[in-house]
Structures are given as C-alpha cells and as structure tokens.
C-alpha cells in the first residue's frame, strides 16, 4: 500500500515511535521517513546529534533518542514535512504533538481544530497550544497541538476552518 499511496500502514509508523517510556519523559522527535533518498537538512539543523544521516546522503535518518530535545528544529527544516516531535510529559491523559503546517489560514492558540491522519481523515477535535512561525523556520510554521494520548500514533495533521 505504502509503494503506490504514500500512506505508511500502522506498523510502519508505530515503527518510527520511541517508546512511550522516553515520549513521557519530555518532547522527542519522530523522524517518519520510509524511503532511501538523497536529503539530510534535519542532521546538518540538529546542533543536539540527535540525528543521523551517514555518510551516504541516501541513508535513511536515525533518531537518537539520548540526544534529542524536541527543540522542533528538525522539524522546521525537513522538506518533506517527515517530521513531529511528540511529548507525554505534561499529562497523563493528553499529548502534545507539535507538525509542521504550511497552510493559511494560521491557527491561533486555544482554537480547536480538527485532527487528522496520515490520509486526511478527522480523527478528533484537538487544542491548539502553540504557533511558532519565526523567520528562521523559512516559512514552514510550527503548531503545538494537545490531544487526548490514544490518538498519538493517528494524529498527523490539522484543519482548520477558514
């Protein structure tokens, strides 16, 4: 399925999770490349080593989990929007996930918009926490969005109402 949609199947991408031990300890990225192509902005971004591209730019990026703050630069620079950082540390009933949203209109924090997955379909209502959209994020805003935790493996995307 992955090969002609795009779409990664669930274990594919409960694959790229760190555990939940480390996702409650505090904010950690999730690195959601698939594929061996030529690209390694979020090595070259992370001034952590949380991530590791190899020698061969084609190599698929590894997360080391020790290393990472979940500081979301990565996330800013990835072109293929592959990236999120996830944090379950702030409670034990909700997450907070922060995805990168190239759409207008922006959402502002404490809207509630609607949660969508890796096809676009609604999952749940969540909470907009934060908006980061700084100038060295090259146009590639960050929102902090707060859902409830057993959405944390669907939640990919947001959208918001015009």
Same mark, same amino acid.
């Given at each position: ?28 990225? #999730? ?7 030529? $690209?390694?902005? +979020?090595?070259?971004? %992370?001034?952590?080593?949380? *991530?590791? =591209? ?7 990026? #590894? ?7 979940? $500081?979301?630069? +990565?996330?800013?620079? %990835?072109?293929?929007?592959? *990236?999120? =950082? ?77």
């Amino acid at each position: 399925m992955f090969e002609k949609t795009g779409i990664p199947s669930k274990e594919m991408v409960t694959g790229k999770f760190p555990s939940i031990e480390r996702i409650n300890k505090g904010p950690v990225a #999730v690195v959601e490349c698939y594929k061996e192509i030529p $690209c390694n902005p +979020c090595e070259t971004a %992370c001034k952590f080593n949380g *991530i590791n =591209v190899g020698d061969d730019i084609n190599n698929i990026p #590894v997360l080391n989990i020790d290393n990472c703050t979940g $500081c979301a630069v +990565c996330l800013s620079k %990835c072109p293929g929007l592959a *990236i999120m =950082v996830v944090d379950g540390s702030k409670s034990e009933e909700n997450v907070q996930i922060k995805i990168p949203y190239e759409f207008l209109p922006l959402p502002e924090r404490g809207d509630i918009v609607r949660g969508l997955d890796r096809e676009g379909k609604y999952v749940a209502d969540v909470t907009v926490v934060n908006v980061l959209n700084p100038k060295s994020f090259d146009r590639t805003p960050v929102i902090t969005i707060e859902a409830d935790r057993k959405y944390i493996y669907e939640l990919r995307n947001i959208q918001v109402e015009a």
